[in-house]
């Protein structure tokens, strides 16, 4: 770059990865793991904050405009060791003013008490991954809770003071008709979240469903859902914004949006990945050690890997990126 031409580093947030998860579902591709009896809690934010000590390189001075907590199911930790980890991450790093906090939650693992307790920590907005109400639906994506536990999850989360919060909805589902999917969807916006994450169901590589696919909707019907679901949507006052994301006026994701502008992101945790902008407009690509055990061995390096991005990729970056955008 030249002195009349800087290069501008891009905002700044963070992903912390949590990979333990209650019972691992059969179309999850995800790095997450079946939690054993007791959470290692203490040692893996010992190892988040070492972790991110290492990359405090890349800061280049700036604040943290939103941090997202995935999994696996975060909310398997204690407030108390999410709170150890944000004053920990404020510390080396800072928050800019108004910063979003996102954690991912699922319905089996909602107390009252936890909730308001991840809330006066300064989380600020719940992902709660619901993915349908109907049991039998519920059953075939090896989901741990039922229709009513989704609900009391979103009544919970509001009284524990989210006044924003996602819910994670999918269809294409086994055995789905278009009636099962619009009554999931119409369930759904009875709660009010302030965001919806509305995916079709893929079969991916290293999953159960890969290997043991189960009968989905024809083409045809998968079509009709789609139609007829983002009209339902559109007349509830939520506005497609990506791919698969819908939100009412002024609430899109933070976060999400600065995957898809392209901004940078750090991640800490098992398996998390990284997109890292330097001033002199180098920018590299990130990903940590993805086996827990590995990610808390003191004789193993926290990073696996590092791809630099050469200048002829860029285009191609920033577009597979920000077509995501609609």
Not at 227 to 253: C, K, V
Not at 282 to 303: C, E, G, M, S
Request: net charge negative.
């Amino acid at each position: 770059m030249t002195q009349a031409t800087p290069f501008q580093l891009p905002p700044l947030a963070l992903y912390v990865h949590i990979p333990w998860c209650v019972r691992k579902c059969p179309y999850c591709d995800f790095n997450s793991h079946a939690a054993g009896p007791e959470l290692p809690e203490e040692a893996y934010v010992d190892a988040l904050l070492a972790d991110l000590e290492q990359d405090l390189r890349h800061v280049h001075g700036r604040r943290l405009g939103s941090i997202f907590f995935g999994g696996g199911t975060p909310s398997l930790f204690s407030a108390k060791a999410l709170g150890r980890l944000l004053e920990g991450v404020e510390r080396r790093v800072g928050f800019a003013d108004g910063i979003e906090i996102t954690l991912e939650a699922n319905p089996g693992t909602f107390e009252q008490v936890k909730f308001a307790d991840y809330r006066r920590l300064g989380i600020n907005r719940l992902s709660i991954g619901v993915q349908s109400f109907q049991a039998d639906k519920l059953q075939a994506l090896g989901r741990i809770h039922d229709g009513a536990e989704a609900v009391r999850a979103a009544d919970m989360a509001r009284q524990a003071g989210f006044d924003n919060f996602n819910l994670d909805l999918m269809h294409g589902l086994p055995g789905q008709s278009l009636d099962d999917a619009l009554a999931d969807l119409r369930q759904a916006l009875a709660l009010a979240p302030t965001h919806l994450s509305w995916y079709q169901l893929t079969m991916e590589p290293n999953t159960v469903f890969w290997s043991q696919p189960p009968e989905l909707p024809e083409d045809d019907i998968l079509w009709d859902i789609q139609e007829a679901g983002q009209a339902l949507l559109d007349e509830h006052g939520y506005r497609q914004y990506e791919t698969s994301a819908y939100a009412r006026d002024g609430l899109r994701a933070r976060h999400n949006l600065n995957y898809w502008s392209f901004g940078d992101f750090l991640g800490i945790g098992a398996g998390a990945h990284a997109k890292l902008s330097a001033p002199d407009g180098r920018i590299v690509r990130t990903w940590k050690t993805r086996l827990p055990k590995d990610y808390l061995n003191p004789q193993k390096a926290f990073q696996a890997g590092e791809r630099p991005l050469e200048a002829a990729d860029l285009p191609f970056e920033f577009m597979m990126n920000v077509l995501r955008l609609v």
